[in-house]
DNA sequence: GCAACGAATGTTTGCGCCAACATCGCGGCG
DNA sequence: CGCCGCGATGTTGGCGCAAACATTCGTTGC
């Protein structure tokens, strides 16, 4: 419209100039002088198209800019090539790193990402997120870090794929999980094989499956080792928690090694063990859990489990996928990603005294 | 397809049996006994609608379960409620907290967040990057850390709203920026204020805008002071490159005040002082930039360059909505959000030898 | 008492695309 | 030589929704 006569507002200031609808299959098709359908067939690489023809349209979208519009086409077909993600939060290391490589493994796929951050941690705010992305039309939904939540059966909207992380919700749907148990096993044996009586925990927070069952595995290695299994301590997978349970284990002589819940709770406290006095690793050893890139240039650099983020929002993305062609999940339980635990300096055999 | 005959899987045993569509507003309407259109203007709050009538409408959308569907929706009305996010990588501490801040304002205005992340620095990877969510249908796009392109001019696809964050495109579209300068500034002067005869700088990647900026400013701040100039070191953000950047420093017995592009360069930095036996802040001070979580908690805790990406979120999403009403860019330039500076045990005077 | 109005609701139309079917033309085969 | 089959293309219809316009009916003003 406006295209007679004056040219829709040439330079009016505004970057963008000419809000005229951008070109439809309809445009491309008469300037390739072929039909609308064809063009469709060309957009979707269909193989009946004489190579010709095909040139032809290229050469018409390129010159127009035309770009397919999605909503038209997921309209159509029903498919939005699109993925949901939920998190918890962004900045949790974990969550972040896993994100990312969903995100890359869907592009890879040339399906988008749609990202729902949720704040509470209650099931109304989970199923307000379901809800969120299922009205922004999504083919799947990877659901993060599912946390404790206040209800014991959170019943997802069912009628789509689902995928989740580290979740209880995996005993109802396909899951991926980093099989935080085999973590909390190497960190603990590793300090036992180094000769400490026992190992101290610094559990995350008890609302999370991750902490939960790092916790259990700590205890079932010390167990079956025949150690013997100090009190727990909790922290909230800050600095700030892990140096408060740093306080106390340092006031007590006999801790000669602590298992971490996360790497931000062993800085805390390989802080809390400093101040102190008591140095490490040659009093005491600390065993963290994430591996965080900044990890090996702590002071002293730590020793930790490495997670494969990469492998996890890879397997996120796989098991969805794998659902959208067989139309219903196919793999239930958990998919483990392993650990493995990195040897730095904080961890030493315990002092000879 | 092999639909016949037997029914299509009933109870075959995957979560989502029944891939019967959704509920339609045709649906809803003949339950409510109403026209479709009714149901539309309910569903969009519309006020001409008689009371009762929306409560009966509200009530057939409850049973069937009712969403609608955004696509039909974006397709009639030509907006999508979706933001697009082009971010190089999700990892960085920045891009990261950034994000969750803009998923944060984008959820509270319901519109969804769809995130593509560019690997390559390249123009044409931002151009894929522009590409695939211009055809995945957003109504604006935010490009986060916008690195130094291998073209002098980038030309956005236009036509479409854009905020810049941190980059050097704000000069074409409205941006949000984190004052890097006064930053600097801040960190540069208070070691000054503190004695140091200079500060010497770690700075991040040549094709970073915001190292780019953090140098300059650290650079005008010493000419101003009328303070010697040190050579520049560079890094590339990763603690690693901190350390290489620490060794040469921590050999020359001139240096004792340093000024790191970032906290992970500084703890790297640290790192290379204390293996080099030059005590902080006693001989040397350190100060970096971002305030990540963990640098309170540091061996020595890090006097930083707090940033907000919070306000820096909410500010691109604000900056987006703008433009949308008014259909055009308003604001040219970039929207500074001012840094602060955390003085913590990293920097003291110098020694007073 | 009647025209004019406006609120509540219905009808029509088309957004851009794709699935399904229809058509056309050409070469092969009995 | 005529029919079949297949590859290339065109035509029709409808996905679910909302804008624009049409209709109904109860009010108000003079």
Not at 229 to 243: H, K, N
Not at 305 to 312: A, N
């Amino acid at each position: 419209m406006a295209k007679d006569g004056e040219v829709a507002k040439p330079g009016s200031g505004g970057p963008f100039e000419a809000r005229t609808r951008p070109p439809s299959m309809a445009d491309v098709a008469e300037m390739a002088g072929v039909s609308s359908q064809t063009v469709s067939r060309v957009a979707n690489n269909r193989s009946n198209v004489d190579e010709a023809t095909r040139e032809r349209v290229l050469a018409a979208m390129q010159v127009l800019g035309y770009r397919p519009n999605t909503a038209a086409r997921a309209l159509a077909t029903g498919k939005f090539r699109m993925l949901g993600v939920i998190s918890f939060g962004l900045n949790a290391y974990g969550n972040a790193r896993t994100l990312e490589a969903i995100v890359a493994a869907a592009q890879d796929a040339d399906y988008s990402v749609n990202v729902v951050s949720v704040r509470a941690q209650t099931e109304s705010a989970v199923r307000d997120a379901f809800d969120r992305l299922t009205m922004q039309a999504v083919d799947g939904i990877i659901l993060i870090e599912a946390q404790i939540l206040d209800t014991p059966a959170l019943r997802l909207p069912s009628g789509l794929p689902v995928v989740v992380v580290d979740g209880e919700e995996s005993r109802r749907h396909p899951g991926v999980d980093t099989n935080q148990a085999e973590g909390a096993r190497l960190a603990t044996a590793h300090l036992l094989d180094l000769g400490h009586r026992t190992v101290w925990h610094v559990c995350g927070p008890q609302d999370s499956y991750a902490a939960r069952r790092r916790a259990e595995s700590w205890h079932r290695t010390l167990k079956a080792a025949g150690a013997p299994v100090p009190p727990l301590l909790y922290g909230d997978w800050s600095a700030a928690s892990g140096y408060a349970a740093g306080l106390e284990l340092a006031a007590n002589p006999e801790v000669s090694a602590i298992f971490a819940g996360n790497d931000q709770m062993a800085l805390g406290v390989v802080r809390a063990l400093h101040e102190a006095g008591r140095s490490i690793p040659d009093e005491v050893s600390v065993v963290g859990f994430d591996d965080l890139a900044e990890s090996a240039w702590f002071l002293p650099s730590l020793t930790t489990i490495h997670q494969d983020f990469e492998e996890v929002g890879r397997q996120c993305v796989a098991l969805l996928f794998d659902q959208f062609r067989s139309g219903h999940a196919t793999v239930h339980g958990a998919t483990p990603v392993a650990p493995t635990l990195i040897v730095r300096d904080s961890t030493s055999a315990p002092p000879t005294s």
